[in-house]
């Protein structure tokens, strides 16, 4: 009998030692798990992401952005508020200007969500590229850089051998030469009807005249022409009208063509055109 109860003792030790060896305790459970976890990728540190973050700018920077601003806030000024033969001597003295103002210009220009020689571009795409343009104003002549017509690119500096350098109310083409005059934002001399009136002598019979201008110049609720006054100025300088597109946010665009075999009517009363000037930031 004893030896059978210590061969049934034996036996229950035996199953016991299995069982302790097959489940592991909760302890080495938990250490399992704990590696398991470490394996995981983890997502980088914060500051390894504002790394990756622009670099805020210097004092000396913002210094020098204020000072460019305020260049081109001056020089805008002064280009709306003089004659065009004025603004030409003002370049003349100083090239450097011209480059300044450009420079500021393109930078208020990326703010625009369109913008106004695109529309000119397709415009001239969806006619024949046959048409020969003067582009009055032609800053970086980005528009005879995007159409395949001959373009006559025109603008008071060049800095560019296509660029004609000249007060735009005194220009070298031939009389009845062009097809298309452009004036994309380029109305800003004193004296801008001396510009359409150089464009309607340029321009070839039932020629277009094509005029993109700041809306807020054309606003008279505040300060500026209305819109139907400069019409028909422009009418009475020996133009029809064609069609007024007042759908941009930012700035209107005007069609018109030269009325065949019309002379200019004398003593029209244009409108004051308001000057488009930055605010200070």
């Known amino acids: 009998m004893n030896q059978e109860a210590g061969g049934r003792n034996r036996k229950r030790k035996r199953r016991n030692n299995h069982r302790k060896t097959e489940t592991p305790s909760k302890k080495q459970a938990a250490t399992a798990t704990a590696a398991a976890s470490s394996s995981v990728k983890q997502p980088p540190p914060t500051c390894t992401v504002a790394k990756s ?12 952005a204020k000072l460019a601003g305020g260049h081109f806030r001056m020089i805008n000024e002064k280009l709306y508020t003089c004659s065009g033969d004025e603004a030409l001597n003002y370049f003349k003295e100083d090239p450097s200007l011209f480059n300044m103002y450009h420079t500021g210009y393109q930078e208020q220009m990326s703010r625009w969500p369109e913008q106004p020689v695109n ?22 002549a980005r528009l005879a850089k995007g159409v395949k017509n001959k373009v006559f690119s025109i603008d008071l500096v060049s800095k560019d051998p296509s660029v004609i350098a000249c007060d735009m109310s005194n220009t070298p083409l031939e009389t009845s030469s062009v097809d298309v005059a452009v004036f994309c934002l380029s109305l800003m001399g004193t004296n801008f009807p001396n510009y359409l009136q150089e464009a ?50 930012m700035f209107i ?29």
């Open 53 to 64: 973050l622009p670099k805020p700018l210097s004092f000396l920077e913002k210094m020098k």
């Open 119 to 140: 529309i000119i571009m397709k415009w001239l795409k969806d006619h024949t590229s046959s048409l020969v343009v003067a582009d009055f104003g032609c800053g970086d």
């Open 200 to 249: 309607h002598r340029v321009l070839k019979s039932s020629g277009w005249l094509l005029i993109a201008e700041v809306k807020s110049r054309f606003d008279p609720n505040n300060g500026g022409a209305d819109p139907d006054t400069f019409c028909e100025a422009v009418c009475e300088l020996g133009f029809t009208s064609v069609s007024k597109d007042f759908s941009n946010k």
């Open 253 to 281: 665009l005007l069609y018109f063509k030269k009325k065949p075999k019309k002379k200019a009517s004398k003593g029209i009363n244009w409108p004051e055109l308001k000057p488009c000037l930055y605010k200070r930031r």
